[in-house]
């Protein structure tokens, strides 16, 4: 892998775990970094499930993975929030 790629994959987590937080109502208390990480392991398993169901790559935007992407990241801040919530307390 090369450090575009790994900039790439960072700026494409950034994004993905913003909009998986972005679609959970409320307020989520947790650090960005962990929205990072949890968005580009949602974009990395995203495409993983994209290609397996043959939708990963579609002439224009692909929606469907990009879909994937979101509900997954948006999963993962909601466990990271509810285990940063009880770990406050």
Known sequence: MEITGIIS???????IGALGRLVLPGRQRMPVW???VIGVV?????????????????????WIE??????????GVSLATGAYGRRGR
Do not use: E, K, P, Y
């Open 9 to 15: 994959g960072i700026i494409i987590g950034i994004i």
């Open 66 to 75: 990009l879909g994937i992407q979101v509900a997954l990241a948006a999963l």
């Open 42 to 62: 949602a974009a990395l398993v995203g495409t993983a499930i994209a290609s397996v169901l043959g939708v990963a790559d579609t002439r224009g935007i692909d």
């Open 34 to 36: 962990l929205t990072i």
